[in-house]
Antibody, heavy 119, light 111 residues
Framework: DVQLVESGGGLVQPGGSLRLSCTASAFTFSDYYIHWVRRAPGKGLVWVSRVGTAVSTTSYADSVKGRFTSSRDNAKNTVYLQLNSLRMEDTAVYYC????????????WGQGALVTVSS | VMTQAPLSLSVTPGEPASISCRPSQSLLHSNGKNYLDWYLQKPGQSPQLLITLASNRASGVPDRFSGSGSGTDFTLKISSVEAEDVGVYYCMQPLHVPPYTFGQGTKLEIK
């Protein structure tokens, strides 16, 4: 079965850094875009970043541009989200999700990784 | 901007429910398809895909869920609400990207 498993969440002080990982299995990883989506406490879903099949197709929400960096290692079936200059408003559960690539939505999601930014 | 209505819904089991999603830009592509997805996030779970391209049910989604609409006016309908349908429903547009934008979410509760 297709699986996405996030890791790397935790507690970090404002201004600090964290790296999330999303490891995939049971599909041809290199053929798919992977997205990061977050949900802050009491808020709705917000798209954060897309990692394309090529590095040049990575994109970001304005709220994280210049602070977050997405990358992928196809040999490890893993996508990374590097979170720098963290703010309290970045506190959220971060999900990775697979783009079906057929106009068919984000068809598989990970279980989520909690990032808490607090002093 | 994706505007959902209502933001909360309380429904008796067996009754129908309907959620509206109005994007600020048309989601009708020149290929004739409407690029609008619906997701459900159940309590304590990750989001799950319900509907793609405005009206296509994702794999495994019960047929009591249906999507309709075109351009700037879309609707998700549940023909007969069940207890397991509780959660927050989101529409999302994957056409005018980046960014991919979600609606505010509609919380469905059971009476």
């Amino acid at each position: 079965d297709v699986q996405l498993v996030e890791s790397g969440g935790g507690l970090v002080q404002p201004g600090g850094s964290l790296r999330l990982s999303c490891t995939a299995s049971a599909f041809t990883f290199s053929d798919y875009y992977i997205h990061w989506v977050r949900r802050a406490p009491g808020k709705g879903l917000v798209w954060v970043s897309r990692v394309g099949t090529a590095v040049s197709t990575t994109s970001y929400a304005d709220s994280v541009k210049g602070r977050f960096t997405s990358s992928r290692d196809n040999a490890k079936n893993t996508v990374y989200l590097q979170l720098n200059s963290l703010r309290m408003e970045d506190t959220a559960v971060y999900y990775c999700a697979r783009d079906s690539m057929r106009g068919g939505g984000f068809d598989y999601w990970g279980q989520g990784a909690l990032v808490t930014v607090s002093s | 901007v994706m505007t959902q209505a209502p933001l909360s819904l309380s429904v008796t089991p067996g009754e129908p429910a309907s959620i509206s999603c109005r994007p600020s830009q048309s989601l009708l592509h020149s290929n004739g398809k409407n690029y609008l997805d619906w997701y459900l996030q159940k309590p304590g779970q990750s989001p799950q895909l319900l509907i793609t391209l405005a009206s296509n049910r994702a794999s495994g989604v019960p047929d009591r869920f249906s999507g309709s609409g075109s351009g700037t006016d879309f609707t998700l309908k549940i023909s007969s609400v069940e207890a397991e349908d509780v959660g927050v429903y989101y529409c999302m547009q994957p056409l005018h990207v980046p960014p991919y934008t979600f609606g505010q979410g509609t919380k469905l509760e059971i009476k």
